[in-house]
């Protein structure tokens, strides 16, 4: 088999046929969706979502989203929105070493994701740098060990190589006028190549995402100052990369990612209430407040 895949994609293809030779794709689907739930929860939790609407969210919404109308069985979108959606809510939850252990492997399974997701842990890590080591180290680490065994195993030269290949094939889909309805349209009147990108990646069900991940960090601004952010910003990341690489309709599944993390976004406590999870808090200190006594009337 032959592709212009990242390598970690193709080694768990192969751990997927070594554990079940019968249903080994059925198998990886599955654990790939349960990998991108099991990061819906953290990512409530941390946002301070109780356990009944975590759970909600991420065992009925989250496959929802991911299974939606762009997913395709069997291609590299849905291991990239999981490993992303997990490598933010580890982050979220203060699980540094495991929350840059996941992003290195999100670099070798969907490297177009690692940015988007970047940006969200960013934001989760913004001010507890010190505290975070963790994160990078585990990242550096894992990310050199990869490396290592592509190098060992002779794959790193054509791997990098690949890169090019893919840049060159996205534009060259364009040039070849394999498009449709008005992208196909922009190309012939001689458009920029990332806005004929962008024009594909905004159709479909992909801009009522969009408009509602953009309405809802906007109302979440008070109730979930940080939640708000971070889909604000990944939304905006996830335009930025679409607008440099998608082609065809599977491709508009990078916008799952943003959307897995508004599912957290809308479960965090409201004004006035405090959540019971300590991830939630993002290094701020809730003690008893002190009073002061009233001052005395001269």
Not at 53 to 64: D, E, F
Not at 93 to 100: L, N, P, S, V, Y
Not at 246 to 257: G, V
Request: charged share 10%.
């Amino acid at each position: 088999m032959w592709d212009n895949k990242d390598p970690l994609f193709f080694w768990s293809l192969s751990l997927e046929r070594l554990v079940w030779p019968e249903q080994w794709d059925v198998l990886g689907e599955i654990a790939w969706i349960g990998l991108a739930c099991l990061g819906v929860w953290h990512w409530s939790r941390a946002l301070g979502s109780d356990q009944l609407p975590a759970w909600w969210a991420a065992c009925v919404a989250a496959p929802l989203i991911i299974t939606g109308d762009s997913y395709i069985a069997g291609m590299t979108s849905l291991p990239g929105t999981a490993l992303g959606i997990l490598a933010l809510g580890l982050a979220a939850r203060e699980r540094w070493t495991a929350a840059g252990t996941v992003g290195a492997l999100l670099c070798f399974t969907k490297m177009v994701v690692a940015p988007i997701a970047l940006v969200g842990a960013l934001l989760v890590i913004q001010g507890r740098w010190r505290k975070a080591r963790g994160f990078f180290s585990a990242a550096v680490l894992v990310g050199l060990t990869i490396l290592a065994a592509l190098a060992a195993t002779g794959s790193l030269g054509p791997w990098i190589t690949i890169q090019g290949k893919n840049s060159a094939y996205a534009n060259g889909m364009i040039s070849h006028g394999f498009l449709p309805g008005v992208a196909a349209q922009l190309a012939a009147d001689g458009a920029p190549a990332w806005v004929i990108h962008l024009t594909l990646a905004l159709t479909a069900t992909t801009m009522p995402l969009i408009t509602t991940a953009g309405l809802l960090a906007i109302w979440a601004r008070h109730r979930n100052p940080l939640g708000s952010r971070v889909l604000l910003w990944m939304t905006v990341a996830t335009v930025l990369v679409a607008s440099l690489t998608t082609i065809w309709p599977h491709h508009r599944q990078i916008f799952y990612l943003p959307a897995l993390v508004a599912l957290g976004v809308g479960h965090g406590p409201g004004p006035g209430r405090k959540s019971t999870n300590p991830g939630s808090h993002h290094g701020r200190r809730d003690g008893p407040e002190r009073i002061q006594p009233p001052t005395p009337r001269a």
